[in-house]
């Protein structure tokens, strides 16, 4: 298709995502449509050789279940997609978002660094944007679907806008 911009079009550092999938019983009626949806915008599309990919299942408990750099065959991280459990009774995002902030560790300007959560139902949001993590929300683009929602934040990214827009208005 002509016009078409992929990833490797554009960008010039490497993507570090950090993928937090509901486990609980919320995604699990939406679930295909929601880890279609993921594997053919985001592992199809955005991820490129050597990009790194880490993906979470936010059950009951998080729990981390694939990290690898990207090469030319994807079908490992969709094959993990496919087979995440949602039969949680909760989604325990908090976790997850500390265990991904961890790895992340913090924006070096070296790699754009992305979490993305995905569940069935916003609400599963809420324990997790209380608080501190009310915050993420300032640099966040929200996606929803009829049947599921994704929030993606890019956590850390305020001092890099801070600075941008000093180093822009100081030009001005």
Known sequence: MPGLLHAADKR??????????????????????AIS???????DRILVEGDTLNIWSAGDKA????TETIGAKKDAAKDT???LSTSGKSSDFIGAL??????????DG???????????SAEA????????????????RFEESSRWQ???VAPGIGDKVRRAAAAYMSGV
Request: aromatic share 8%.
């Open 12 to 33: 010039s550092l490497p993507l570090d995502l950090f993928l937090i999938v509901d486990g609980s019983s919320m995604l699990a009626n939406d679930k295909n449509d």
């Open 37 to 43: 949806w993921l594997s053919r915008e985001f592992i």
């Open 63 to 66: 729990r981390l279940v694939y």
């Open 81 to 83: 997609l496919k087979t």
């Open 98 to 107: 500390r265990e991904a902030a961890a790895k992340a560790g913090p924006q």
């Open 110 to 120: 070296k790699r754009l660094k992305v979490t993305l959560l995905v569940t069935g």
């Open 125 to 140: 949001f809420a324990p997790a944007l209380e608080g501190a993590g009310a915050s993420l929300l300032r640099w966040s």
């Open 150 to 152: 994704a929030l993606m």
